[in-house]
């Protein structure tokens, strides 16, 4: 069976029955996969519509394909899950999106803490989110998700502890003493979860005693200590088990 490539198209770019594709995407689907005229695309308009669609026109900056009966994804978790992942050293930041947006996370937002080795300025990560938001892209379509995961940041630990506060449950992973364990704070049927996972050192006493004035519990992830690049993946792989499947 010939690959039929995912492509993500704004509900802007939608009309009458046909989608208009350009940019990157037009570039890979007719210079790298050389699709054509009559060839199919899996088309998601990022509200959990999908449509098999077959390309009618192809023009100097784009091309435009005809879609089929949209049909409903079932691929997202119910609920809407951001980690909060304070910024690792080297590319594991890379690895850390690419494993989450598998594994259904609504969005990855990166986090400035006080151990945080790696600590690049604004103008430094700017450059690079446009990559770490093309690595949610392509793990999105690989795994047949509907929407692209948000990819966000860098903010402050307090405004991280801010945003979790109001999420239906949030909770910050901890290595240390004074934890519960991730499965007694997961409830049904929340809309929201958050969670926060610590840089290679750890996170501060300072930090720690900010989450708990805020009410917001700090959960142990077992008797072995991950790695900050592995704490995301065992935390959603755990949600999913408990309150998806």
């Known amino acids: 069976m010939a690959f039929v490539p995912r492509i993500y198209v704004g509900s802007d770019r939608i009309l009458d029955g046909r989608a208009y594709i350009d940019g990157s995407d037009a570039n890979h689907v007719l210079r790298v996969l050389r699709k054509s005229v009559g060839d199919k695309l899996h088309i998601c308009d990022m509200h959990g519509n999908s449509y098999t669609a077959t390309i009618d026109e192809i023009t ?19 609920f809407r899950v951001s980690v909060y992942q304070c910024f690792p050293k080297g590319d594991k930041l890379d690895t850390v999106i690419q494993k989450a947006v598998e594994l259904g996370a ?12 790696a600590r690049p300025d604004s103008k430094a990560f700017a450059k690079r989110l446009e990559r770490l938001k093309k690595i949610s892209e392509s793990a999105a379509a690989q795994c047949g998700r509907s929407i ?17 506060a109001e999420k239906d449950i949030g909770f910050i992973c901890y290595e240390g003493d004074g934890t519960v364990p991730v499965r007694s704070l997961l409830h049904d049927s929340p809309e929201t979860i958050g969670f926060l996972i610590g840089p290679e050192g750890g996170l501060s006493e300072k930090e720690t005693s900010l989450a708990r004035e805020s009410n917001i519990a700090l959960a142990g992830l077992g008797k072995r200590i991950l790695r900050t690049e592995t704490a995301s993946g065992y935390v959603l792989s755990a949600i999913s088990v408990l309150l998806e499947m």
Request: proline share 6%; with cysteine.
């Open 106 to 117: 609504y969005e990855i937002v990166a986090v400035m803490s006080e151990r945080c080795v």
């Open 60 to 78: 100097r900056d784009g091309l435009y394909a005809t879609l089929g009966e949209p049909e409903k994804q079932n691929s997202e978790m119910p």
């Open 148 to 164: 692209i995961p948000e990819i966000r940041g860098i903010i402050g630990y307090d405004q991280a502890i801010s945003e979790i």
